[in-house]
């Protein structure tokens, strides 16, 4: 089991960056495949991001493909998600998943991550 925690959230305008940090301890995070995920007030949670073990292989939800990316730093156990070019609808609350896992695959759907950090709220206003 790993323990997740999320910052880098905040207020910003649309058309500006942010990026979140998730930080892990508990288990290296190298055997670990990550992901983003976020959750807007009266809608389900949304796949952001994903990334492989060893970061080989990462995938986007198609909302954020070309403005978002994620990268990990596996001797830091640091997960990140630099979100460029923000919109209003990039609202929401994100967390950072973790699962167990070999070094290549990635998943998209929430149900295949085992733990998650409280989240971080990133607010776009106009």
């Known amino acids: 089991q790993v323990q997740l925690v999320e910052s880098g959230g905040g207020s910003v305008q649309a058309g500006d960056s942010l990026r979140l940090s998730c930080a892990a301890s508990?288990?290296?995070?190298?055997?670990?495949?990550m992901g983003w995920f976020r959750q807007a007030p009266g809608k389900e949670r949304e796949f952001v991001a994903a990334?492989?073990?060893?970061?080989?292989?990462?995938v986007y939800g198609d909302s954020v493909k070309g403005r978002f990316t994620i990268s990990r730093d596996n001797a830091k156990n640091m997960l990140y998600l630099q979100m460029n070019s923000l919109k209003l609808e990039d609202t929401a609350v994100y967390y950072c998943?973790?699962?167990?896992?070999?070094?290549?695959?990635?998943?998209?759907?929430?149900?295949?991550?085992?733990?998650w950090g409280q989240g971080t709220q990133v607010t776009v206003s106009s």
């Open positions: 990334i492989s073990a060893f970061g080989g292989t990462s």
């Open positions: 998943a973790a699962r167990w896992s070999d070094r290549y695959s990635v998943r998209t759907n929430p149900n295949e991550y085992t733990d």
């Open positions: 508990g288990s290296s995070l190298s055997s670990y495949r």
